[in-house]
């Protein structure tokens, strides 16, 4: 019974995601639109016809996709990181990747561009930055620098935690990670006030500079991320019965605990590289998905990753539509949809239960 | 003292018409000396706020908190009274040797006290004015925003400041600021130009004082009013609006042809792109008395750059 519901859920999600992969490529800055008109009509001038095909191939389609795959990483590191520690309010960002990430993103900005920076004289040529610039540090750029501070995150948490065998200490140790790389963020941002609103946009989350490379890195972790998951998703059910019960299972549970932390320092580096911190959907996806089918956590995995790249998406094509031309930051939606669903759900669950 | 100073400013723009030498150049600034010391003894200034600012003789120990409001102390002739200044004020090169009080958002209250300024200039949005006001510090709030906050904001510094020269320290600024957009060459007004405040991406609109240079220049912005001073923009919009020039800070310039669907764009094709200095940055989004320096920057882009000009 559980399967069939879990199955159908898994379904329902993949077609909603191919119909608003359709939305999402007919939604952009002239509000709702059908480019395939001038992209299939033979009639229509060379110029337009143009135009069409790369906003249509080389902007909203990686867009819309990068969306789906960044909600599908969060979602899927989400559910691995409530079964990790067993916690309902976990959420990828937990190690102090969050805020690792703002500091790599920080520091880069504040070293890129300060007046009268080394870096701007070290890349040469009087102008310093061109647009045509092909500086190793324009190449591993933001996005490098974001991964990088992710994962490093992740790393110092585990070395404060000394082990993964106390999950308290794990939990703590992720929170003072969080906090005082986050100050540290902040006390450079006071220093480089010019990126304050750079950064607000990386904080906020934004999926408007997603092309293919991004779109293909994602989905490429995304599946090497799953792939694991799913491998390791019995330590997560072992886990749910407690620790105790999961290691007379005769689980190895230091050595699996890493794996996944691993896997889940992976899959939140890449989405908040590409798109910077984007809020609740880690948090919500697994709830969600819970609230609607009780299942084993390797369908779990599998069913909150959908339902994350299905709620990224549909924000990100709102966050286009709203007010279109401009852009409503994509995190500020994912928070009022996930928030206000999961609200709406608990109340239910009340008066249910009542 | 409105009707003084307008009385003045006629007369200028008269004694203009009629080929000034230097003796009417004399006369204009008796007028305006006039019209200062009609308003000496006690100076009051309604500020941005709508505080009405009683001084009973003109401020001699200044703190400015806001880059844009050093510049207009010192372009008014008083950079010497300046005794502190927020850490973003860099200009002109003099009030780098001076002491910093933090920044326009974050001020150390105890350094400001300290340096015991009879004036604290600050933007209206500084939490900091009641927390200085309550230990005793006079404060001003002055917000300039657009082409017409320079103008006002510098004829009340003027006043506060008593001096008499303040409307033609303006008319000069104005005069140089219509100056760089007659330098353009001809039939450059059709050129649409976007100019990107920030990687976000972040445009400058026409309502903004960037747009309102770009304006004055008589060339077209691709981000029209009705979005507001900055607005975020889907990057798309900007792919269509297919700019024939873009003007960009240093900083968000690189990876612009990277992004998705951009190297494509006319303007990035023909590198017709201007990447402004920090340095030239703050120029031209300080709405300050460099604004005509700031039209002079993009003229020269313009000129350089835009489709049709002859580099």
Same mark, same amino acid.
């Given at each position: 019974?559980?399967?069939?519901?879990?199955?159908?859920?898994?379904?329902?999600?993949?077609?909603?995601?191919?119909?608003?992969?359709?939305?999402?490529?007919?939604?952009?800055?002239?509000?709702?639109?059908?480019?395939?008109r001038p992209l299939l009509d033979p009639q229509a001038a060379p110029e337009q016809r143009a135009m069409a095909q790369q906003i249509f191939f080389d902007i909203r389609l990686p867009r819309t996709l990068g969306a789906w795959a960044a909600g599908a990483l969060l979602g899927l590191a989400g559910a691995l990181a409530q079964g990790l520690f067993r916690n309902p309010l976990a959420d990828p960002f937990l190690?102090?990747?969050?805020?690792?990430?703002?500091?790599?993103?920080?520091?880069?900005?504040?070293?890129?561009?300060?007046?009268?920076?080394?870096?701007?004289?070290?890349?040469?040529?009087?102008?310093?930055?061109?647009?045509?610039?092909?500086?190793?540090?324009?190449?591993?750029?933001?996005?490098?620098?974001?991964?990088?501070?992710?994962?490093?995150?992740?790393?110092?948490?585990?070395?404060?935690?000394?082990?993964?065998?106390?999950?308290?200490?794990?939990?703590?140790?992720?929170?003072?990670?969080?906090?005082?790389?986050?100050?540290?963020?902040?006390?450079?941002?006071?220093?480089?006030?010019?990126?304050?609103?750079?950064?607000?946009?990386?904080?906020?989350?934004?999926?408007?500079?997603?092309?293919?490379?991004?779109?293909?890195?994602?989905? =490429? $972790?995304?599946?090497?991320? +799953?792939?694991? !998951?799913? /491998? *390791?998703? %019995?330590?997560?059910? @072992?886990?749910? #019965? &407690?620790?105790?019960?999961?290691?007379?299972?005769?689980?190895?549970?230091?050595?699996?605990?890493?794996?996944?932390?691993?896997?889940?320092?992976?899959?939140?580096?890449?989405?908040?590289?590409?798109?910077?911190?984007?809020?609740?959907?880690?948090?919500?996806?697994?709830?969600?998905?819970?609230?609607?089918?009780?299942?084993?956590?390797?369908?779990?995995?599998?069913?909150?990753?959908?339902?994350?790249?299905?709620?990224?998406?549909?924000?990100?094509?709102?966050?286009?539509?709203?007010?279109?031309?401009?852009?409503?930051?994509? =995190? $500020?939606?994912?928070?009022? +949809?996930?928030? !206000?669903? /999961? *609200?709406? %759900?608990?109340?239910? @669950?009340?008066? #249910? &239960?009542? | 003292?409105?009707?003084?100073?307008?009385?003045?400013?006629?007369?200028?723009?008269?004694?203009?018409?009629?080929?000034?030498?230097?003796?009417?150049?004399?006369?204009?600034?008796?007028?305006?000396?006039?019209?200062?010391?009609?308003?000496?003894?006690?100076?009051?200034?309604?500020?941005?706020?709508?505080?009405?600012?009683?001084?009973?003789?003109?401020?001699?120990?200044?703190?400015?908190?806001?880059?844009?409001?050093?510049?207009?102390?010192?372009?008014?002739?008083?950079?010497?009274?300046?005794?502190?200044?927020?850490?973003?004020?860099?200009?002109?090169?003099?009030?780098?040797?001076?002491?910093?009080?933090?920044?326009?958002?974050?001020?150390?209250?105890?350094?400001?006290?300290?340096?015991?300024?009879?004036?604290?200039?600050?933007?209206?949005?500084?939490?900091?004015?009641?927390?200085?006001?309550?230990?005793?510090?006079?404060?001003?709030?002055?917000?300039?925003?657009?082409?017409?906050?320079?103008?006002?904001?510098?004829?009340?510094?003027?006043?506060?400041?008593?001096?008499?020269?303040?409307?033609?320290?303006?008319?000069?600024?104005?005069?140089?600021?219509?100056?760089?957009?007659?330098?353009?060459?001809?039939?450059?007004?059709?050129?649409?130009?976007?100019?990107?405040?920030?990687?976000?991406?972040?445009g400058a609109g026409e309502s903004s004082f960037i747009g309102e240079t770009l304006t004055r220049l008589g060339v077209k912005n691709i981000l029209p009013a009705s979005l507001g001073p900055f607005p975020k923009v889907n990057p798309e919009f900007v792919v269509r609006a297919n700019p024939d020039l873009i003007m960009v800070g240093q900083r968000s310039a690189d990876g612009m042809a990277q992004r998705p669907g951009w190297s494509g764009m006319r303007a990035i094709r023909e590198q017709r792109v201007c990447v402004f200095t920090t340095a030239e940055s703050d120029v031209l989004v300080r709405p300050g008395p460099?604004?005509?320096?700031?039209?002079?920057?993009?003229?020269?882009?313009?000129?350089?750059?835009?489709?049709?000009?002859?580099?």
């Amino acid at each position: 019974m559980n399967l069939r519901q879990a199955s159908v859920l898994g379904w329902v999600l993949l077609g909603l995601a191919l119909l608003w992969v359709g939305l999402g490529v007919s939604v952009g800055s002239a509000g709702f639109e059908n480019l395939l008109r001038p992209l299939l009509d033979p009639q229509a001038a060379p110029e337009q016809r143009a135009m069409a095909q790369q906003i249509f191939f080389d902007i909203r389609l990686p867009r819309t996709l990068g969306a789906w795959a960044a909600g599908a990483l969060l979602g899927l590191a989400g559910a691995l990181a409530q079964g990790l520690f067993r916690n309902p309010l976990a959420d990828p960002f937990l190690l102090g990747s969050a805020s690792g990430a703002s500091l790599g993103v920080a520091l880069m900005l504040a070293v890129m561009g300060g007046p009268g920076s080394v870096l701007a004289s070290m890349m040469g040529s009087g102008a310093g930055f061109t647009v045509f610039g092909t500086g190793w540090l324009v190449r591993l750029g933001l996005t490098g620098a974001a991964f990088a501070g992710a994962v490093l995150a992740v790393l110092l948490t585990l070395m404060l935690s000394s082990g993964v065998q106390h999950t308290v200490r794990l939990l703590l140790a992720g929170v003072v990670v969080g906090v005082v790389l986050g100050a540290l963020s902040h006390l450079v941002l006071l220093w480089s006030p010019e990126s304050l609103q750079a950064m607000q946009v990386f904080m906020l989350g934004s999926t408007a500079f997603v092309g293919w490379t991004a779109c293909w890195l994602m989905l =490429g $972790v995304w599946g090497l991320a +799953l792939v694991s !998951g799913g /491998l *390791l998703a %019995r330590l997560l059910d @072992g886990l749910s #019965l &407690g620790e105790a019960t999961a290691r007379s299972l005769g689980l190895p549970l230091a050595p699996m605990r890493l794996a996944l932390i691993a896997v889940l320092a992976l899959a939140t580096g890449a989405a908040v590289a590409q798109t910077g911190l984007i809020a609740f959907v880690g948090l919500a996806a697994p709830h969600v998905v819970r609230s609607l089918v009780k299942t084993t956590h390797i369908r779990l995995l599998l069913l909150s990753s959908l339902m994350g790249g299905v709620l990224l998406m549909a924000a990100d094509t709102l966050a286009r539509w709203l007010i279109a031309p401009q852009e409503l930051p994509v =995190g $500020v939606l994912t928070a009022v +949809l996930g928030g !206000g669903y /999961l *609200l709406w %759900r608990m109340q239910r @669950g009340r008066q #249910l &239960g009542g | 003292m409105r009707w003084a100073g307008f009385v003045a400013m006629k007369v200028w723009q008269a004694l203009v018409r009629i080929r000034l030498s230097v003796s009417t150049c004399m006369a204009a600034l008796m007028v305006g000396w006039l019209a200062g010391t009609a308003l000496a003894a006690p100076i009051q200034v309604t500020d941005d706020r709508g505080v009405v600012v009683t001084l009973a003789q003109p401020p001699q120990r200044i703190v400015s908190l806001l880059p844009s409001l050093t510049e207009t102390v010192c372009d008014l002739g008083h950079c010497v009274r300046l005794v502190g200044v927020d850490r973003y004020s860099t200009y002109p090169a003099s009030v780098t040797q001076l002491p910093q009080v933090g920044g326009g958002l974050d001020p150390n209250i105890e350094a400001i006290v300290a340096l015991k300024p009879d004036l604290v200039l600050m933007a209206t949005s500084s939490r900091s004015a009641q927390r200085l006001e309550s230990l005793g510090v006079k404060i001003m709030a002055l917000e300039p925003r657009s082409h017409a906050d320079v103008q006002r904001v510098l004829l009340k510094l003027g006043q506060v400041l008593v001096v008499p020269n303040a409307q033609f320290i303006w008319r000069n600024i104005d005069l140089a600021t219509t100056a760089a957009a007659q330098s353009l060459p001809k039939g450059l007004g059709a050129t649409r130009v976007y100019f990107e405040v920030n990687s976000g991406p972040y445009g400058a609109g026409e309502s903004s004082f960037i747009g309102e240079t770009l304006t004055r220049l008589g060339v077209k912005n691709i981000l029209p009013a009705s979005l507001g001073p900055f607005p975020k923009v889907n990057p798309e919009f900007v792919v269509r609006a297919n700019p024939d020039l873009i003007m960009v800070g240093q900083r968000s310039a690189d990876g612009m042809a990277q992004r998705p669907g951009w190297s494509g764009m006319r303007a990035i094709r023909e590198q017709r792109v201007c990447v402004f200095t920090t340095a030239e940055s703050d120029v031209l989004v300080r709405p300050g008395p460099r604004m005509a320096e700031g039209a002079r920057l993009m003229a020269r882009c313009l000129a350089s750059k835009a489709r049709g000009a002859t580099p």
